[in-house]
């Protein structure tokens, strides 16, 4: 079965400062895709990255970046120099690879307060 | 054309009415979902379309009717709902054959559903 574990439901961090998502996936696949997805209080699921499984290289991307290793089953987050627009509920999410429709199977979402 | 359109953004039924959501792409994706998300929850898959057949009814009450009239379009019909079907409904499509640089899964912003 698959399953993606975000075990922090809510975080607040003062503007500036970094912070790190947490996000721990089971799956039985060989093949398969995590993403992070962004949903702020206006409701719409932004994506924010995809990672398939063959490629373990860490990405930057402006201030954010993720660290994937398969070692751990994890996929974490880290924004660095917070931002008050950071402020959101953040997804992890697996899929699973091969020629078939799948379904993308959510953590339950950490929810990001960053203060001013 | 990289988007997934849905329509209205926001509804407001009785409980007797009959409405519809509607869903388009033109990316040529051939698998397209429903998912529901209610407040403070991750979203939660209830149908999947393959090459426009039902591939995947998580057990949705038939008060939800999905269609798939052609491989851009998805709709939900909704009849007789409850108020506890109040929920942001989002559409997402992706490409059906997988290859590890190319995963087509998007989102589209949701019809955020009221019943009254």
């Known amino acids: 079965a698959q399953k993606v574990t975000q075990a922090q439901t809510e975080i607040s961090v003062v503007e500036k400062e970094d912070v790190t998502l947490d996000c721990v996936y089971e799956?039985?696949?060989?093949?398969?895709?995590l993403f992070w997805y962004k949903q702020p209080p206006s409701g719409e699921l932004v994506f924010l990255i995809r990672?398939?499984?063959?490629?373990?290289q860490n990405e930057i991307s402006g201030r954010y970046s993720w660290n994937f290793q398969k070692s751990t089953s994890s996929f974490n987050f880290t924004i660095t120099a917070s931002q008050v627009v950071d402020s959101a509920v953040y997804f992890c999410?697996?899929?699973?690879?091969?020629?078939?429709?799948?379904?993308?199977?959510f953590g339950k979402g950490t929810r990001l307060h960053i203060l001013p | 054309d990289t988007e997934v359109t849905q329509t209205p953004k926001h509804l407001v039924m009785g409980m007797t009415n009959k409405k519809s959501l509607k869903c388009e792409q033109h990316m040529g994706h051939r698998a397209m979902y429903w998912y529901k998300q209610k407040a403070k929850k991750p979203p939660e898959l209830m149908f999947v379309?393959?090459?426009?057949?039902?591939?995947i009814n998580e057990s949705v009450p038939s008060r939800f009717s999905p269609e798939c009239p052609n491989s851009s379009l998805l709709n939900l019909h909704l009849h007789a709902l409850q108020p506890e079907d109040s929920a942001l409904y989002l559409c997402a499509s992706s490409q059906v054959i997988r290859s590890p640089g190319g995963y087509g899964y998007t989102f589209g912003s949701g019809t955020r559903l009221t019943v009254v």
């Open positions: 990672r398939n499984s063959f490629d373990e």
């Open positions: 379309y393959s090459y426009e057949k039902l591939s």
């Open positions: 799956t039985r696949d060989t093949t398969y895709y």
């Open positions: 999410a697996l899929s699973g690879g091969g020629n078939r429709d799948d379904k993308i199977i």
